[in-house]
């Protein structure tokens, strides 16, 4: 496996790691170091007398160390693998030590295993299935009223609410079980209401909860398991994972971490070479857990993947995966025009659809009437995202040229997530 110093850092859980990893990123605090097609590991002189060990799988890009860290990966985990990605040929290539093959025979045999599963009661879970939809139509009767209120007194009185206004009705879809319209609501709550077109974005979320509670309730076959998933209702894993995926091999596009409260949600963009599909691989980690999956921009996995029910399927988990070779030649998108016209056909079968990714050739980033702006071979225009924070360093690593370009998003507004140069894939961390 390939790994840049970047990819290294993108996998660390904080800035802390990052700058204590590189500090133990240099050959004389190791005092061995080994490699094999399936792992690494290495000896970490630290303050006791016996050295910390420290491994990794580096099929699935797991850590485990004998330090007392609790942080997964560690810093000895960070700066052993920033070894390996300055100078693989350092490290010794050798049969793993006992500790090390145990570890990953001991991996090996939990990902294969398959447990027993539990006798399901389906009456108790049926009369819970039922309690719960009861739950939901009635979240959704009382967020019908208060959307149709707002509509009735017009908009032009919401900047002056009470954040109260939006906190209580967020609420209640909490306790009525539908988390996703309750983050709909947050959303609308949290809007700036004194920037410029404000209104726009308002009605827009206010459109999105109308829709999805007018097709919940007429429940169109097609869009079933996408209403659902919106609204919050979840997908067995198990489940999933006893259907046949798409076996491909994936880039890592990009990867973006946000955190509220206790809970940390990781969103991994991926992309398939052969099949040309793009994917979702969604991960939650609560107060401070480490995610279960280690996944860094600009890795290549050859990986079975299983997309969740969806008219237009994005979201999906990883069945099984290992490390791949480099990068090879892909060919993207030739310009906006084949995003529009993408998009409009995800939009006529998915009205609701969320922001995806896209893979562009020879776009060229460029400041228009103060605004950035992302240019194609026929300069068509898009503009930035706002708030990307990486424009220079994308200007920077450009030259103000054509690149080929990974971004996010849709209707003509779009965040850069990587610039893909021959086998080389550069993150632009935001």
């Known amino acids: 496996m390939q790994l840049t110093e970047e990819q290294v850092m993108a996998l660390a859980p904080d800035d802390a790691s990052r700058k ?22 290495g000896e970490c002189q630290g303050s006791g007398s016996k050295p910390y060990r420290t491994q990794v799988d580096l099929a699935g890009m797991a850590f485990k160390c004998s330090c007392p860290s609790r942080k997964f990966p560690c810093k000895h985990g960070i700066g052993l693998l920033i070894l390996f990605a300055r100078n693989a040929a350092d490290f010794t290539t050798t049969e793993a030590p006992d500790w090390v093959s145990e570890w990953i025979s001991k991996r090996e045999i939990k990902n294969t295993a398959t447990d027993k599963k539990p006798a399901v009661n389906e009456a108790a879970q049926a009369k819970r299935q039922q309690a719960r939809e009861q739950s939901v139509e009635d979240g959704l009767s009382e967020l019908l009223l208060w959307i149709k209120d707002i509509v009735r007194n017009g908009i032009v009185g919401i900047p002056e609410k009470d954040s109260s206004f939006f906190t209580d009705m967020a609420r209640r879809m909490v306790d009525a079980k539908a988390p996703g319209l ?3 609501v947050k959303n609308a709550g949290n809007l700036s209401f004194y920037k410029e077109g404000w209104q726009n974005e308002f009605t827009d979320l206010l459109a999105r909860m109308y829709l999805l509670i007018a097709g919940y309730t007429h429940k169109p076959a097609a869009l079933t398991d996408d209403l659902r998933s919106n609204i919050g209702f979840t997908q067995s894993q198990e489940e999933l994972r006893e259907k046949p995926g798409i076996k491909d ?20 963009w991926l992309y398939g070479i052969t099949t040309q599909q793009y994917s979702l691989v969604l991960q939650f ?33 990883i069945k099984s995966q290992a490390a791949a070779a480099s990068i090879p030649p892909i060919s993207g998108l030739s310009g906006w025009q084949q995003v529009a016209e993408l998009e409009t056909a995800y939009n006529s079968v998915l009205p609701f659809s969320s922001p995806r990714p896209f893979l562009l050739q020879q ?44 971004v996010l998003g849709n209707e003509n507004c779009y965040e850069p997530l990587g610039i893909l140069a021959g086998t080389h894939y550069i993150f632009l961390s935001n």
């Open 182 to 184: 309750a983050t709909l």
């Open 249 to 268: 091999t994936w880039l890592v596009l990009g990867k973006q971490t946000e955190t509220e409260d206790s809970l940390t949600v990781e969103r991994n």
């Open 285 to 317: 980690s609560v107060m401070s857990q480490s995610m279960v999956l280690n996944l860094a921009p600009g890795m290549m996995l050859d990986a079975e993947l299983v997309f969740y029910p969806s008219a237009q399927p994005l979201r999906a988990l």
């Open 363 to 406: 776009i060229t980033p460029l400041q228009y009437e103060g605004r950035w702006w992302l240019s194609d071979s026929s300069n068509r225009l898009v503009q930035v995202k706002e708030g990307f924070r990486e424009m220079y360093k994308l200007l920077s690593i450009s030259g103000g040229r054509p690149v080929n370009l990974a």
């Open 20 to 41: 204590a990893g590189r500090e133990l990123s240099s050959p004389s605090k190791w005092v061995t170091k080994g490699a094999n097609e399936q792992a690494l590991w």
